[in-house]
């Protein structure tokens, strides 16, 4: 397997740009959008960061992929809420994630050999509870859930009480870290998989891994480089 470089959630800061001058494979795990005011950021500079990630992945439609975020569905669809919408920017994100010429850009989820990718984690619950509606849209976990995604937005706003929400399970775009270390005591959908995730912010400068290396918590404003079969800060 080549190199690919991993970026987590952006929400408008800049140490993403590195991946400009890589020369292999890179995904970017959703969320650029809606800053964290204490940081000293605005919607507009996560607007400026955005059109750099989506001027990139244009110009390297092969080997760069978006993915999707839940702070980028209540721009897809304003009922959709999330934290820190930004009413001023509605529309210009809107236009980026809808718009004919850009909204094919982005997509819900990535494998790459074992290695699955997808904003915020995928939980056997959730899977268990939505698979029939999927389950004949192709032949592999990805096709199917990008698939879905396609036509039926709806069930990826779940979310649990853990964000706030009360479905019994959160979407792929939703799913709490603390969700998926429930899951140790039961077990998960697929263990031949590794699940690459961000979405639950890190007070820390390490990954979080957990279940024997089969999930890996990259929300900490770094990027990091799968590399050998490893993922490391890049």
Not at 113 to 122: I, K, N, P, Q, S
Not at 125 to 147: M, P, T, V
Not at 164 to 187: A, Q, V, Y
Not at 213 to 223: A, W
Request: with cysteine; glycine share 10%; charged share 30%.
């Amino acid at each position: 397997m080549d190199d690919i470089l991993i970026a987590p959630d952006i929400h408008g800061r800049n140490f993403w740009e590195p991946a400009l001058d890589f020369k292999g494979e890179v995904i970017f795990l959703g969320d650029y959008v809606d800053p964290y005011p204490q940081e000293g950021l605005k919607p507009a500079d996560a607007y400026g960061e955005l059109l750099k990630v989506v001027d990139l992945k244009r110009k390297n439609p092969g080997r760069v992929t978006l993915l999707i975020g839940n702070h980028e569905l209540h721009y897809i669809d304003r009922n959709m809420g999330a934290g820190r919408f930004s009413e001023e920017y509605y529309e210009r994100f809107h236009e980026i994630l809808t718009g004919r010429e850009t909204a094919g850009l982005f997509r819900l989820c990535k494998q790459v050999g074992r290695y699955f990718f997808v904003h915020a984690g995928l939980t056997k619950g959730w899977y268990e509870l939505h698979k029939k509606q999927f389950i004949n849209l192709g032949d592999s976990l990805e096709e199917r859930l990008n698939a879905i995604f396609a036509v039926n937005k709806g069930i990826f706003y779940e979310a649990s009480f853990y964000r706030g929400g009360w479905d019994d399970f959160s979407s792929p775009l939703w799913t709490d870290l603390r969700e998926i270390m429930d899951e140790e005591k039961t077990g998960h959908f697929d263990d031949s998989i590794v699940q690459v995730f961000g979405h639950t912010q890190l007070m820390t400068d390490e990954p979080y891994i957990l279940g024997n290396g089969r999930f890996y918590c990259l929300d900490n404003r770094r990027l990091y480089i799968l590399h050998d079969d490893v993922i490391e800060p890049y």
